[in-house]
């Protein structure tokens, strides 16, 4: 056979079969007098097998190695792995769809809509204090770390918030919040401070604080300067007391 029949046999091009022969998956073959390729069954049959094994998703190193049964590892060790990359991409998939019909679902989709779909259900159990300047930050700041934590941090850490959204946790926050707006014009050595730090830091669930106590950024920090930023010098002064309070409580 000649490549082009080869290639057509085997259904792919001819510029694979020349591929496949620079990267040591197909052997080059015996040539005839006239200098063209000269291939025979064999070929066609590790050509096919090649073909299959790309298609289930094996580099061109390993299709060779297998080929050529020099491979460290049996082509079923390869397959499973191959099987467990494919099915964390199918379980990403079906995340991405489930955010996209959240989304969907809605009349007029947000760019800030786009969070995962339990970073979305939680976001809606804060909605009573959204009107809180100070909890629209906060969710701000949740819907931040939805994307850059990973899955299973975040969807730990939305389990450990999860006592903040009942009725008494909620009408407590919106208490604190509105604490927190009165010391805008305030001193940070207003005695309000230390007060609602403590009262701020008793809020929040004993696990929660603890988690939080080790992946909160310090008051230091480059985001954590941004975020104190936007605050006035009382309110900063109760985050970077609050932060110290879960530093220090025992675990």
């Known amino acids: ?60 190193d390993e299709v060779r190695d297998v080929l050529a049964g020099d491979s460290t590892r049996e082509l079923r060790e390869i397959l499973l792995e191959l099987d467990a990359d494919l099915a964390r991409q199918e379980e990403a998939i079906r995340a991405r769809r489930e955010r996209l019909a959240a989304l969907l679902s809605e009349e007029s989709p947000s760019p800030d809509g786009a969070v995962s779909p339990r ?48 009725p008494e946790a909620l009408a407590r926050a919106e208490e604190l919040y509105r604490r927190l707006a009165e010391l805008d014009e305030a001193d940070p050595a207003d005695p309000r401070v230390g007060a609602l730090a403590a009262d ?37 002064e109760v985050v970077r007391r609050v932060l110290a309070l879960l530093a220090d409580r025992p675990s």
């Not at 809180?132 to 850059?148: G, I, K, M, Q």
């Not at 106590?213 to 480059?222: E, K, L, Q």
């Open 119 to 166: 970073m979305a259900e939680f976001l809606r159990c804060l909605e009573p204090v959204r009107h809180s300047p100070f909890a629209a930050a906060d969710a701000e700041l949740l819907a931040l770390l939805d994307t850059a934590a990973e899955p299973e941090d975040r969807d730990r850490l939305l389990e450990l918030m999860r006592p903040l959204t009942t």
């Open 1 to 60: 056979m000649r490549i082009g029949e080869l290639a057509a046999l085997a259904g792919v091009s001819t510029r694979t079969v020349r591929h496949y022969h620079h990267q040591g998956v197909l052997p080059e073959p015996a040539r005839r007098v006239n200098g063209y390729r000269e291939y025979g069954l064999r070929d066609a049959l590790r050509l096919a097998r090649a073909r299959r094994l790309t298609e289930l998703g094996l580099s061109l």
């Open 200 to 236: 701020f830091a008793a809020h929040l669930p004993r696990d929660l604080a603890a988690g939080l106590a080790t992946t909160v950024p310090s008051a230091g920090d480059p985001f954590a300067q941004a975020f104190l930023a936007d605050l006035s010098p009382a309110q900063a």
